[in-house]
Nanobody
Framework: VQPVESGGGLVHPGESLQLTCKAS???????????MAWYRQVPGKQRESIATITNRGVTEYADSVKGRFTISRDNNRKTVYLQMNSLKPEDTAVYYCNRVEGPWDWGQGTQVTVSS
């Protein structure tokens, strides 16, 4: 299984984006029970987890995005979303999603660039 991320783009500071991650090839039993996460990576740095959501919808966020980003999931569609508001230049990165435990192969990610 390789998640497919989409929804990135070039935006100005303060604007919003919604990212989508689809794990269409995953069977339901390999998606629904698992905690999912959004990660981001900038060149030269390690990939970092910024938001997680359990199978019951309990969410956690990195301090850098808390209050601005919202993670959600649709188990029927095997899809995870990331609503990003009040974007800042430091949010510029490639964004990925994956299972937290037993991660799948990483997808291509989606580029988010925040620039004036």
């Amino acid at each position: 299984v390789q998640p497919v991320e989409s929804g990135g783009g070039l935006v100005h500071p303060g604007e919003s984006l919604q990212l989508t991650c689809k794990a269409s090839r995953a069977i339901t039993s390999s998606f629904s029970p698992y905690t999912m996460a959004w990660y981001r990576q900038v060149p030269g740095k390690q990939r970092e987890s910024i938001a997680t959501i359990t199978n019951r919808g309990v969410t956690e966020y990195a301090d850098s995005v808390k209050g601005r980003f919202t993670i959600s999931r649709d188990n029927n569609r095997k899809t995870v979303y990331l609503q990003m508001n009040s974007l800042k230049p430091e949010d510029t990165a490639v964004y990925y999603c994956n299972r937290v435990e037993g991660p799948w192969d990483w997808g291509q990610g989606t580029q988010v660039t925040v620039s004036s």
